[in-house]
């Protein structure tokens, strides 16, 4: 079968890597893609959000399959765009429905999702200006730190924790007044949760689901989880402390009311759900949902998925996920991300990038182009991540960072401690 991929990513190069692997592809295109991506697949000038465009590829190619890797699109309708046209009534669509996407593209609807469907989750309050007060009456209930969500889609920026009461009456009133333009014209002030972050995925055709198992970001620039956030930094998969009990309660009181509230309320989903949980002494509770897998975590779950991605797909679309078969590698895998310096400020593009011999793990690229002499070189922020399999989380982050000397490219900046909290 023809593909189409959508998105520029570390997550999509990952995904591209494991589509190519099926018997069942004819031919992949990338749009816009990579490096990365160019070297095992075409890529096509397109812009994601541009429907229209997308279409006429699509029906200019003969596409059979749609896959949409990141967010902005699917919360823009994407789904909704080609199942209401006629012409790709066969066109296999792998995104959740513009009702679905919602789940990541408003933090007040995810949380109404979660209560409406008993599925454990912070307390919260949802403020706009016109109930500033009660806003700040809320806040004042709460213990710090205090926890301000920007309802809307704010390219990973939009989520405040702060120690001081008065910091964050202040911030409240600059998010509502546009600190994040229209994505925070309604903030989601939440109670703050304590413990361990892990996130799980889950891929649905909305009426079953496989459980594609744990992962553990980081988000922070520097050693320690100091500094600024970032897109992530680096991801180990599975989560150690993620043992069957605590995997049957994630299960159990998470995962499958989420997809219950599905058929419940109507909602079309096919795709991926990623849930941002908190281990609180064992017990999960939701942080957040995204409606596509999160990145550098795609990194470490596509190369643990032993089964045909495309085969999944396939039972997705047709609504059969429940007959496909399905299979996880037991062994850890780890990724560690190199980052353009200045990152996640402002930094320089178009520096060349030279990979040495690499043994034992997989390179994916995300920030990444090629020049107009065709060498490749920094497209981005977070440019390369260096993947690799191991029986212990050691021996996988051994042979990642051993290959992470043999990638360079000025200003390379990368964390050193990735996975080291997991080893105590």
Not at 190 to 218: M, N
Request: net charge negative; aromatic share 8%; proline share 4%.
């Amino acid at each position: 079968m023809k593909v189409l991929l959508l998105g520029s990513g570390g997550r999509e190069h990952a995904l591209a890597w494991k589509i190519i692997q099926s018997e069942k592809l004819e031919k992949l295109f990338v749009a816009p893609g990579n490096a990365g991506t160019g070297i095992i697949a075409e890529n096509v000038d397109l812009n994601p959000n541009d429907f229209p465009a997308v279409a006429d590829f699509i029906e200019k190619e003969k596409v059979d399959m749609l896959i949409v890797g990141p967010e902005e699109p699917l919360v823009l309708g994407i789904g909704n765009y080609f199942e209401g046209d006629k012409r790709f009534d066969r066109l296999m669509i792998i995104a959740p429905s513009r009702e679905g996407a919602v789940l990541e593209g408003s933090k007040d609807f995810a949380k109404e999702f979660m209560y409406r469907h008993n599925i454990p989750t912070a307390a919260y309050k949802s403020v706009t200006y016109d109930n500033l007060t009660e806003g700040i009456e809320f806040l004042r209930t709460l213990k710090p730190p205090y926890v301000l969500k920007a309802d809307g889609l704010a390219a990973g920026k939009g989520v405040l924790i702060i120690d001081d009461l008065h910091e964050a009456e202040e911030e409240l009133k600059d998010m509502l007044q546009g600190k994040f333009g229209k994505a925070s014209e309604k903030v989601v002030i939440e109670e703050y949760l304590t413990g361990i972050e892990i996130s799980v995925f889950a891929l649905t055709d909305g009426i079953s689901y496989k459980i594609l198992g744990s992962a553990k970001d980081y988000k922070r620039i520097g050693n320690g989880d100091t500094g600024l956030n970032t897109g992530g930094m680096g991801a180990v998969s599975p989560v150690p402390f993620a043992v069957e009990a605590f995997n049957k309660k994630v299960e159990e009181r998470i995962i499958k009311p989420t997809i219950e509230g599905f058929k419940k309320d109507g909602i079309k989903y096919k795709g991926f759900v990623f849930f941002g949980l908190m281990n609180d002494n064992g017990e999960p509770k939701v942080i957040e949902y995204n409606v596509r897998m999160g990145d550098p975590e795609t990194e470490v779950i596509m190369p643990r998925l032993k089964t045909d991605l495309l085969t999944l797909f396939e039972a997705v679309a047709n609504k059969e996920l429940d007959k496909a078969e399905f299979d996880m590698d037991n062994r850890y895998c780890t990724t560690v991300m190199l980052v353009s310096a200045g990152y996640p400020g402002s930094y320089e593009k178009g520096k060349p990038i030279t990979i040495g011999e690499i043994k034992g793990s997989i390179v994916f690229h995300a920030g990444t182009k090629f020049s107009s002499d065709g060498k490749v070189v920094t497209n981005g922020g977070r440019v390369i991540t260096v993947s690799s399999y191991g029986n212990t989380i050691e021996e996988a982050l051994s042979l990642s960072y051993n290959n992470v000397d043999k990638i360079d490219f000025e200003g390379k900046t990368f964390r050193t401690d990735i996975g080291r909290d997991l080893l105590k």
